[in-house]
């Protein structure tokens, strides 16, 4: 069965880094867009950030644009998202997803009902 499994989070100060890496199993992942949400408590899970299945495409949500970095590494069957400049208001739980409803496609998707596997999740907190 598909597997994804976060790793990576944890308490950082305002202006840290930290690096998200999501691997994946169980699916043909290089054939496949992902993605990074996040959910705040009290909140609705929101789109960070997605990547094409080759990698040539990324999509940001606003509020991490220039700041955070999405990758993937087919051979490793992994995606990172790279955090820079956090903040506050970063401190959620990050969730990795696949979307496996389109097999090679360009079209990266911002909705969560759109994308039928999620990882379990990694804690991030932004610490001032």
């Known amino acids: 069965q598909v597997q994804l499994v976060e790793s990576g989070g944890g308490l950082v100060q305002v202006g840290g880094s930290l690096r998200l890496s999501c691997a994946a199993s169980g699916l043909t992942f290089s054939s496949y867009a992902m993605a990074w949400f996040r959910q705040a408590p009290g909140k609705e899970r929101e789109f960070v950030a997605a990547?094409?299945?080759?990698?040539?495409?990324?999509l940001y949500a606003d509020s991490v644009k220039g700041r955070f970095t999405i990758s993937r590494d087919n051979a490793k069957n992994t995606v990172y998202l790279q955090m820079n400049s956090l903040k506050p208001e970063d401190t959620a739980v990050y969730y990795c997803a696949a979307d496996v409803r389109r097999q090679r496609s360009s079209v990266l998707v911002t909705t969560p009902r759109t994308y039928d596997y999620w990882g379990q999740g990694t804690q991030v907190t932004v610490s001032s």
């Open positions: 990547i094409s299945w080759g990698g040539g495409r990324t």
